[in-house]
C-alpha cells in the first residue's frame, strides 16, 4: 500500500473518530480533538541498518533508523537509535511502539519477533536488500514488499549466465546420461 493510500485511510479512520465522538458525547475537550487531528499526515518507518544497508538479520544491525514522513514523501525528522540500548528485543518493540513508528522495515526477521511486532501495531517489511535511501525512496513511491531485492547488491543479477550454464542438465549422484 503506497504512502498516499496510508495517509487517505488515516484520514477516513480520523474523519469517522470524529463524527462519533461528536455523536456520542454533548461535551468534548480541545486537547483531545488535537490529539485526533494531530497526527494525520506524518507516517514513521523504521529500519534496522548497518553500515548505511538494511541489516540482514533485526538481531545484527547496529542502529534502528526512525524517520518520520510527511504525506508528500518529504522527511520532517531522522533519529538513530543503538541497538545496545536494547538489551531484549522486546524492549525495541516497545520503544517503537512508544515513538508510534507504524512501518519497521528489516532483512530477516525470526517469527515470534515479527508476530509481536503486528500485535503491538506495527506492520514488517521482511527480506529486504537494498540502501536505506533507496528503501525510504521505495517506501514513499509505495514500490516496497517483502522480499525486495537490489540488483546492486548481488553482482551475478546485473549479468547474465554463461552460454553452457543454462543448457547444462545435472543428473543424480554423478550417473552420466543415457544415450
Known sequence: MSLRCRVAQHVAETQHRITLLFRNSLFFSIPDMALILLNIDIVKIALAHSD?????????????????????????????????????????????????????????????????????????????TASVEEAIQLIVKGELSDGYLAKEMIPSLQRPLPRGWRHRRRHRFGQRRRK
Open 52 to 128: 548505511g544497508f538494511i541489516a540482514p538479520r533485526v538481531d545484527l544491525a547496529s542502529e534502528i533508523l526512525v524517520v518520520e514522513l510527511n504525506a508528500d514523501g518529504t522527511e520532517v525528522h531522522r533519529e538513530a537509535l543503538s541497538m545496545q540500548a536494547f538489551p531484549h528485543p522486546l524492549a525495541l518493540v516497545n520503544r517503537l511502539k512508544a515513538d508510534g513508528v507504524d512501518t519497521l522495515i528489516c532483512g530477516a526477521i525470526s517469527g515470534f519477533l515479527e508476530r509481536v511486532f503486528v500485535f503491538n501495531g506495527i506492520r514488517v517489511i521482511s527480506w529486504v
